[in-house]
């Protein structure tokens, strides 16, 4: 591992997001730029994977190795690639539809697993990249280019939905305050498991009024503001009960005695086997009876 | 002397016995050993009991995990005791581990039998023909059809399809639900389909990869239903620009398992409303899923349109699990453990995919009467082979185009009388995929026993299409275009 001095611009890659200009998510990437500078590892060892979807476009605009996977498998692939290398960052980015509507059975496999991961979705409650349909974020009764009388589904709520299945880090952000959003990125990433950042990232063209920037400017509020304790689960659980009715930033949960890592209980149970046995040996085990 | 507390000891039978020991570990007094010898019967080593030191505790028998393994011993006298075991040569009537449907034979009912409820056809005022793109065109087919169900993921370029149902249905008392997914979305489908109504899906290449499961199971299950595939271009992630690379999967690859379905070829947005109509019709005649086959191109683009003289009133099935008395016999189901059942069954399968390569196939020929270059081409492909045929006979070339409607069955009827009509004719299949419609040709001459005539190929990937004037330079040179050897 190496840790080297990095500025935001070495993450940066020569690719012009295709965004349309506003995004949301332009933020993020700014944002993640700084956070990835403030952790010092070298962009040669972040694996950064994405799903499909405007927001899973990230990866190639960074310098870390990147992979914009199957829509709604960017966590399976992470895990995939954690366990192969997990001595390499990896990143995960996605969208709301991306990692609560076709990628939603593997959170919480992801979430119970337990792998260092840090998982980031840009959650703009619409399906941007296919021209404005419902996502599983979208509030009761919004009108979508699918649900043209209003929506009859109640949305997934992602902060509820990560923590009860025992993340050991879930936080919120919003592009709208960049530097805010740089930070608990980067308290993200250095957490030592699965974490989960859900960014409020306005589409700009085909999001609600309520959704953008200006209105998350107004109305976001700071968790440290309301005198939340990050490592009071419970008292997470009932501020992210307030997902789409108040925009709280900053860590929600945060476990104070991180448990080990799947990768890190793989390794322990290789060293607990000894010393290899050598192949002839394994051989043996298997064939003896069979001559 | 009268015996009262006898506890009887335990007798084997060793044809139920699978050798798992677990009445050894039980038994206080170790009298029961593994044995040596295979049962001729079993395959397997039953244990041996050796009773000398046994108490009668029956800790054994409770610890038998087979029925019959080991059982009380009869008493003298006795006629029975304990589980009535049945001997290695029993009737196999009296075995209660058996297929339960067989157990009570064919089952007896007084509710009233269901029948056809046939659909309607009712008239359509005569309109001025429609501008509209290719999947408003496959929506209003549908709609035309009696479809009033639908359920989807957005995927480009198949969305708009889609759309224009959710906005629509709700209308007619119908409704779109948007899935979580495309495994979702093709298993509502099961779901509608085993109720016995019309339902459809709008998708793309990466989605029907994931709808293949679903379409086997109702394949399986003999269920109707449409699946509407705008091809992308492929593989993975690919584009969104058309290609027609599912061909293989449409024809060859529906999920796992012994399955074929009506694969239909539109080439103009009047096709788009005419096949998707005609699916339904065809889903429910052979209660199979039929897919569309349409390309990106066809799904965006926009043409004229002309309804069609009726629309249907969609009637219910005899066999429809629909939820009332006379439907309440109805199983819909695609799992057949009996191995004899699931051959019989799938001999049924291969009897109604027999009976529509009979019956069901579709092809437009154009100038082949007198043709000496037959272009073989479907979908957006077929149109600009169209416009390479009148190049080619303004260019004193008799050039004809065979566009096979159906892909599965393929046309391969018609192929044979213009083949035997114009034994030296060349064939150039033109097409927007790595000769996967070249495929279905050389298969189908095969299995018809034809010899191939030369075959020529023009093939273009990755979302670009064969061009017109690409196709006439082909022809003229006797040249492929991008095929290379040994794809197929």
Redesign the interface.
Known sequence: MTTVALGPKDFKSELKPIWCPGCGDFGVLQALYRALSGIGRAPHEIAFVSG?GCSSRIPGYTTAYGF?T???RALPIAQGIKLARPELLVLVAGGDGDGF??G?GHVAHAVRRNFDLTYLVMDNQI?G???G??S?TSPHGLET?????GSLEDPVNPLAYVLSYGAGFVAQGTPADMPGLAKIVEEAIRYPGFAFVNIQSPCVTYGQEVQQMKVHKATMKTLASVGHDQTDRIAAMRLAQDYGKALYTGVFYRNPEPPPTFEALVRERQTAQGERPAREKILDRYLQRAT | MARLDLRPRPALQPEYCKGCLRCVDACPKDCITQAGDLNATTGVRPVVLHLDDCNGCQLCIQACPEPYGLVPQKAPGETASGAKAPTAAHDPGEFELEDPTHLFGAKTSTLPAPVDLPGLALALPTTEPLMLKGTYAAALGALLAGCRHVF?????PS?EG??LM??VL?HLGGS?V?A???VAAINMMYGCAGAGLPCMTFTSS?GFSLMLEGISYMIGAELPGVVMNVMRGGP??GNIAPEQADIKLMTRGLGHGNTHAIVLAPSTPQEMLDLSRLAFELAFAYRNPVIIAADGYLGQMAGVVRLPATLTRPGLPAWAVWGDRAHRMNLVCSIQLSDTDLEAHNHHLNDKYADITKKEQRAETWLCDDAEVLLVACNTPARMAKGAVMDLREAGVAAGLVRPITLWPFPIDEMRAILTKRPRARVVVVEASPGQLEDELRLALSHAGLAPPPIQSVRRMGGVLPQRGEIVAAVLAGQDVAASGGVA
């Open positions: 499909i914009n199957v829509h709604g509507s076709i939603g399906y990249l296919t021209k349909q419902l599983p280019a699918t649900s043209p009388y | 989807g993921y957005p995927i480009t969305t889609a759309e959710a906005k709700p779109f948007q979580v997914s495309e990466p993975g992630l």
